[in-house]
């Protein structure tokens, strides 16, 4: 089980359910899908960093090239139609996907929206893009959405915004022991590898896997642990990247029981 990032220009439809045969033709069992911008990374021209540094944080440099590039869109995420968008394709296929919940921190309904919509949905988890937002990530209104996932055994997967946030985030997680959180695309990892302890409900997301170093991705097992890290990709726009993604992990000079957490196990823990 993977993440999936999608964007409304993937244009899923049930008439046209790509998702299910990009999992079929890359041999992945079930995916969790939540919406996400249109943002093919492969187009900025800067793979070639992780091959010069590859003990850069590249996603933490690309979230500053995200908030300028969305400033400048006229394009906004409906959140309520896309997030109804992935209900529809967990309906027809309940035993492939699986759905975060895409919150926006700036509504002020949203702890009633997340009772409703949970009623009604069962979603298996919440995602938030802090980038996107100019509130800090450990604030009253992300401590209340803590708790809601605490009551409920939600996981929350978090996109944060800059080293500050990273730290603000730990203070957070520190705060709520009862809730799992998930770092998306192992931002921040330098910050955690100094700590003196990680808490153990945090979780680290891996992508997209081809910006990340094998150099860095040693280092996050190190700093977390195989039974703490989650293989994600960052879009259906890029589906040829998949089996590179799997293969790489593959790779890795570390046992096959590790690389199957990474690729699956350690998901399914959080979610059963």
């Known amino acids: 089980m993977v993440f999936i990032r999608y964007s409304s220009s993937n244009n899923i439809t049930k008439e046209?359910?790509?998702?299910?045969?990009?999992?079929?033709?890359?041999?992945?069992?079930?995916?969790?899908?939540?919406?996400?911008?249109?943002?093919?990374?492969?187009?900025?021209?800067?793979?070639?960093?992780?091959?010069?540094?590859?003990?850069?944080?590249?996603?933490?440099?690309?979230?500053?090239?995200?908030?300028?590039?969305?400033?400048?869109?006229?394009?906004?995420?409906?959140?309520?139609?896309?997030?109804?968008k992935v209900y529809d394709l967990v309906k027809l296929y309940p035993n492939r996907i699986s759905q975060?919940?895409?919150?926006?921190?700036?509504?002020?309904e949203t702890i009633a929206e997340l009772n409703q919509r949970y009623n009604d949905w069962n979603f298996k988890g919440i995602k938030i893009?802090?980038?996107?937002?100019?509130?800090?990530?450990?604030?009253?209104?992300?401590?209340?959405?803590?708790?809601?996932?605490?009551?409920?055994?939600?996981?929350?997967?978090?996109?944060?915004?800059?080293?500050?946030e990273v730290r603000r985030f730990i203070e957070l997680v520190k705060a709520n022991p009862g809730t799992v959180y998930i770092i998306a695309q192992l931002i921040g990892l330098e910050i955690f590898e100094v700590l003196k302890q990680i808490p153990r409900n945090i979780y680290s997301e891996i992508s997209p896997i081809s910006f990340i170093s094998e150099y860095r991705l040693l280092k996050a097992l190190n700093v977390f642990g195989a039974d703490r890290l989650i293989l994600g990709f960052n879009s259906l726009n890029e589906p040829d990247i998949i089996d590179s993604n799997?293969?790489?992990?593959?790779?890795?000079?570390?046992?096959?029981?590790?690389?199957?957490l990474i690729l699956d196990e350690n998901i399914r823990s959080i979610l059963s």
């Open 16 to 84: 046209q359910p790509e998702i299910i045969n990009l999992l079929d033709k890359h041999k992945v069992r079930q995916c969790i899908l939540f919406p996400e911008y249109e943002y093919n990374i492969s187009k900025l021209g800067i793979k070639s960093l992780v091959k010069y540094f590859p003990d850069i944080d590249i996603m933490r440099l690309l979230n500053k090239f995200k908030r300028i590039q969305t400033s400048f869109s006229s394009e906004k995420i409906n959140f309520p139609h896309e997030n109804e």
């Open 100 to 108: 975060f919940y895409r919150i926006n921190l700036k509504n002020p």
């Open 129 to 164: 893009h802090q980038s996107r937002i100019s509130d800090h990530i450990n604030s009253d209104y992300t401590n209340q959405i803590s708790n809601f996932c605490k009551e409920k055994k939600l996981p929350i997967m978090v996109h944060l915004s800059s080293g500050k």
């Open 246 to 260: 799997i293969e790489k992990i593959k790779l890795l000079p570390i046992s096959d029981s590790f690389k199957e």
